[in-house]
């Protein structure tokens, strides 16, 4: 059983230096903040990293495997940030590629709390197939219109309907009254048509408007949100999932400043901190789109998201772009069913919403068959 | 008088795109995120950023400034931080190099409460010379081993002894013992010596235990906190700012994830936003210390949050590293009085904390004379 934090870094070395004294660098520069020999010698044992395995590099890099002890995150998410990719964060061309928690701090912060088999329960129209996510945009349209979008997406069979990241609580759909009149369009949907389509509203606000936000939305009848972690802190993510009683879907925006060819967090550690923290579908921007991602970034990604840990259940992946009538079957075959597309742009620029949703829905059915 | 909220990138273009093309991308991706014509006439005046200037760079890139209407941010900081650098920081090699608000929004976040003339009239021993900071360290130790080091410190004249970074709510230095002992031993100190040695506990923390640390920090006398708001979210600093009446110095740990020279958000834009949002006081990494910072890099920072910019106080620039007697006058002649250096390992590498303190104040306070 796992009992400390390990955390790989792949890094630079500094002029002439080896890699034992790279990997001390690190160690002491994520805990102590001092030279050896400034602090005393109880601490070298109860705090300083442990570098636990060691490989030079090409170009005079290095990865190194540290070990951290867990009292020094002491549960709280921004020392968990400040453990995983603190000051090292300022040093030059350095990268988290693995990260592991032991299974008390997996079991403090839950993972999520619906995951692929809570989202599947409440979309009972989706089974055996993959789910489909749209958002309601663009940012700028009334309430009124954004619930009129909602409604055609899901007469059109669309599973989850979410506002669009940018939708927020400006004054031309104010988060209240959007919220009932999407939701109420989604739920005559359903109604009229025996849908299960979910209509997920955007709650990334201010670190004191949160609170309200959730409240209205389960008063709305919703059964999830969306949420853009990286604007708001990944501490909210915790947050509501350990509160909301709601599902939570995570979009990426701000997300990418994180993550370089040599430096920042990797896509797979991020979305492994995303489920960890709580996200019950984790939206990221797919291979064959327009984002610079390869098909093999994004399998690792569904990995770190529906692979074994510890006792957290698996996470949604949620591909966003790329996607249309005529790749449906690809993708399908590449992730498997147990993944959401999110698709935008395609079925927008055919006009009809509903007619375009409901051949895409025909089209997934049919890969998944 | 600037009506709209203006952001300058420079980014890779796509194969064969013009600039004109990539801009006109870039906009879309920041706003509607549909392509031209999957939204009605109207959103394109309201909503669609504009571009106000182009220019093409060496190697396929290209610089843009783009303008958005304010209406877009809403007030609020998640918002903001979507405008500034959302959906394109998943973009190839893109990065904000300017960043400019109206002075609406300006005037609603309100930049620093306090600034360098307030830090200054709270220093009152320090007047005419740079301030000096130092981290009570390591993580791992006591809250009376805290409390010790504090008051070494404050005896020695540092002016502001602050928590290091690293050290949260940890058992081994629980927030609420530890801020009443750090903050009476510096009290102390300040009475035994006419000294005005100000206490700053770091308050990062969940997004739900933010107000309960802030109420334990005034109660026990503090002046200011730090924190690290790319832990805990850049709204958390706004709401210091607005809400605690305490002076606010900023952390830089994890920040250094967000940029790289190609990719991210520039170092003085990220210190304009922290200024924006409320920051007092901001450390960052100095140049000719551990960190790959050029001195110009510094000046930028520093003008970042000296320069003028509306009706804001200017912000403290607090260098961390590279610092010790010896380049004391250097430093000074570089960056001026009104700034605050951090130090370190050079104070604790030489054993006698209070010593080392009183002739580095020394020094300092004959390089500025």
Redesign the interface.
């Known amino acids: 059983m796992r009992e400390r934090i390990r955390i790989t870094y792949e890094f630079a070395l500094a002029e002439g230096e080896s890699p034992e004294a790279g990997a001390r660098r690190i160690a002491l520069e994520q805990?102590?903040?001092?030279?050896d020999g400034?602090?005393?010698d109880?601490?070298e044992e109860?705090?300083v990293a442990r570098v636990e395995e060691l490989e030079a590099l090409a170009e005079n890099r290095c990865r190194a495997a540290l070990s951290f002890a867990p009292?020094?995150v002491?549960n709280?998410?921004?020392?968990l940030?400040?453990v995983l990719?603190?000051?090292?964060?300022?040093?030059?061309a350095?990268r988290v590629v693995e990260f592991e928690l032991p299974d008390g701090l997996l079991r403090r912060y839950g993972g999520p709390r619906f995951g692929i088999e809570g989202i599947r329960a409440a979309c009972t129209n989706a089974a055996g197939r993959p789910l489909l996510c749209t958002?309601a945009?663009?940012?700028?349209?009334s309430a009124a219109e954004l619930a009129a979008i909602c409604g055609a997406l899901a007469r059109g069979g669309i599973d989850v309907v979410k506002d669009?990241?940018?939708v927020?609580?400006?004054?031309?759909a104010p988060f209240a009254e959007r919220v009932g009149r999407c939701s109420e369009a989604v739920q005559r949907a359903n109604e009229a048509s025996g849908g299960s389509t979910l209509y997920f509203p955007n709650v990334?606000?201010?670190?004191?408007?949160?609170f309200d936000r959730v409240a209205t939305a389960k008063a709305a009848g919703c059964r999830g949100v969306l949420v853009?972690p990286?604007?708001?802190?990944?501490?909210?993510l915790?947050?509501l999932a350990e509160n909301s009683g709601l599902i939570v879907l995570v979009h990426?925006?701000?997300?990418?400043?994180?993550y370089?060819a040599d430096?920042?967090?990797s896509l797979p550690v991020l979305g492994r901190l995303l489920r960890v923290l709580g996200s019950d579908g984790v939206t990221y921007?797919n291979a064959g789109g327009?984002?610079?991602v390869t098909e093999q970034e994004c399998h690792a990604v569904n990995d770190s998201l529906r692979g074994p840990l510890g006792s957290l259940r698996p996470a949604l992946p949620v591909p966003g772009g790329g996607m249309d009538v005529d790749r449906a079957a690809y993708w399908t075959e590449r992730y498997g069913v147990d993944t959401m597309f999110l698709i935008?742009?395609s079925l927008?620029?055919q006009g009809d919403l509903e007619v375009a949703s409901r051949r895409l829905v025909d089209a997934v059915t049919g890969a998944a068959g």
């Open positions: 805990t102590v903040e001092l030279p400034c602090y005393p109880r601490i109860a705090v009292a020094l002491g709280e998410v921004p020392q940030l400040n990719f603190g000051m090292v964060s300022l040093l030059p350095t958002s945009k663009p940012v700028g349209l669009d990241h940018g927020a609580d400006q004054a031309t990334t606000s201010p670190v004191t408007e949160l853009s990286f604007a708001t802190g990944l501490d909210t915790r947050w990426p925006t701000f997300s990418g400043a994180l370089h430096h920042g967090v921007v327009r984002f610079p935008g742009s927008y620029a």
